[in-house]
Nanobody
Framework: VQLQASGGGLVQAGASLRLSCAAS????????MGWFRQTPGKGREFVAG????????YYADVVKGRFTISKDSARNTVYLQMNSLEPEDTAVYYC????????????????????WGQGTLVTVSS
């Protein structure tokens, strides 16, 4: 299984970025997908999640209204559109895949995810 995250970079505050995560080696339709982020010295923080069916989405309060998670099942890819970026959004962003049956109760728990990508760095300057 491989989750290949891309799209990170250095941007100024207020700018937008779109992260992509291409999945291979798994049945994409059978997994819920999530994005987390991590800064030095801190644990991974939930950012957004999307259910495998019906595309119900979940967001951390700090990104709600600015970030949008979506998926393209034909491309086995999940996206994170990030608008109005703030310096506090600076982090390494990771995508992850979950088979958890109780995903609606555990989408923000790193332990709910079976596979992780390698991360892509987002740096937002002020």
């Amino acid at each position: 299984v491989q989750l290949q995250a891309s799209g990170g970079g250095l941007v100024q505050a207020g700018a937008s970025l779109r992260l992509s995560c291409a999945a291979s080696g798994l049945t994409f339709s059978g997994y819920h997908m999530g994005w987390f982020r991590q800064t030095p010295g801190k644990g991974r923080e939930f950012v957004a999640g999307i259910r495998k069916n019906h595309s119900i989405t979940y967001y951390a309060d700090v990104v709600k209204g600015r970030f949008t998670i979506s998926k393209d099942s034909a491309r086995n890819t999940v996206y994170l559109q990030m608008n109005s970026l703030e310096p506090e959004d600076t982090a390494v962003y990771y995508c992850a895949a979950s088979r958890r049956v109780s995903y609606s109760q555990s989408y923000d728990d790193t332990n709910a995810y079976n596979y992780w990508g390698q991360g892509t760095l987002v740096t937002v300057s002020s």
